[in-house]
């Protein structure tokens, strides 16, 4: 026969929503959506950079060459769009932006923190960011 504790509150310690395993795991969900949210904005910008880099003025004497346009507009996209697709869920998402991710982590030093935590730390939530296909769960 189990006796309750009158003094315990019923959000109490008892509880599994307050296990320290379940705040660690939200904790890491979080930082993975603040980590999206860099990635769509980081990738917006270099979307950005890599359109005014392929039609800005080509005359210009130190001007890029185009492939490194290019190279930011795929880069860009590809990060926002990844990005997105884990803050909405998608299936898609989390494969997706562990590939850019992977690439990003070529961006030392910001890159490399926030793809390396996000490729560590990503398949210990998954579930919180939609289905994820089978052959990678």
């Known amino acids: 026969m189990a006796s309750t504790n009158p003094y315990q509150s019923p959000q109490g310690a008892g509880t599994p929503e307050s296990s320290p395993e379940v705040k660690k795991r939200a904790q890491i969900a979080r930082n993975i959506r603040a980590i999206c949210i860099l990635y769509t904005v980081f990738g917006t ?66 890159g490399t923190i926030l793809g390396g935590y996000f490729l560590f730390n990503i398949w210990k939530v998954r579930d919180q960011f939609g289905a994820i296909p089978a052959q990678l769960a």
């Not at 060459?65 to 990060?79: Q, V």
């Not at 991710?101 to 030392?108: C, E, I, K």
């Open 45 to 110: 910008l270099a979307f950005l950079g890599g359109l005014g880099l392929l039609f800005g003025s080509p005359e210009a004497p130190d001007a890029p060459p185009k492939w490194f346009g290019w190279l930011l507009l795929i880069g860009g996209a590809a990060g926002a769009i990844s990005a997105v697709g884990v803050l909405w869920k998608k299936s898609w998402g989390v494969p997706v932006c562990a590939i850019v991710s992977a690439v990003y982590l070529l961006s030392f030093p910001v």
